[in-house]
């Protein structure tokens, strides 16, 4: 009888180790949200950087990509949805460099829903753009891409998941 009290003892306390782990990936997760979508602080100046990093990035590749199609006589399929999405891209981030320089002045974040939608669809639309392109030189290139970006947006997250959690923990 003994070893059943032991062993429903111990299980219930793993348990309860479970959950106080898993409340504490929920804290962190929320508290790493919160910092990540805070008008002000470090972790805002450090998206401002990132974000134009981006902006400007998006905005040569585009430029680089469409330019061969410009004097092209005719254009397949891929070729256009290139263009078509750039021409979405480019004027999108161009306007968000501008809002970024603006941010980075005020050392805040816009809270703008105009901003947040035009940035999910600029950044999709460069994507979709990039991955055009590719496919129009070979569709083995615009799977490898889709395929590589996909990969690397889960490395992004996995690595700044890491140094935020050991950031927290080392203060």
């Known amino acids: 009888m003994s070893d ?5 003892r111990a299980r219930e306390t793993a348990q309860e ?5 898993e409340e504490r990936a929920r804290a962190e997760a929320e508290r790493l949200k919160a910092e990540a979508l805070a008008p002000t602080g470090p972790m805002a100046q ?3 950087g990132q974000q134009g990093l981006i ?5 040569l590749i585009g430029v680089y990509m469409v330019q061969p199609f410009l004097t092209a006589p005719s254009l397949d399929v891929s070729a256009k949805i290139s263009i078509v ?4 891209a480019i004027p999108l981030l161009a306007a968000l460099v501008m809002v970024n320089r603006q941010e980075a ?12 939608v035009a940035q999910v669809i600029a950044e999709l639309a460069a994507f979709v753009g990039i991955v055009a392109g590719f496919w129009h030189i070979t569709w083995i290139a615009g799977v490898t891409f889709l395929a590589a970006g996909l990969v690397a947006t889960l490395i992004h997250s996995a ?7 050991t950031n927290q923990a080392a203060s």
Do not use: M
Not at 159 to 165: H, I, K, T, V, Y
């Open 85 to 88: 999405a750039f021409s979405v």
């Open 55 to 59: 902006y400007g990035g998006l905005i």
């Open 17 to 21: 180790r479970a959950r106080a782990a």
């Open 105 to 116: 002045f005020r050392r805040r974040r816009t809270s703008s829903v105009t901003v947040t």
């Open 159 to 165: 690595g700044f998941w890491r140094l935020e959690s």
């Open 4 to 8: 059943d009290v032991e062993h429903e």
């Open 46 to 48: 450090e998206v401002l």
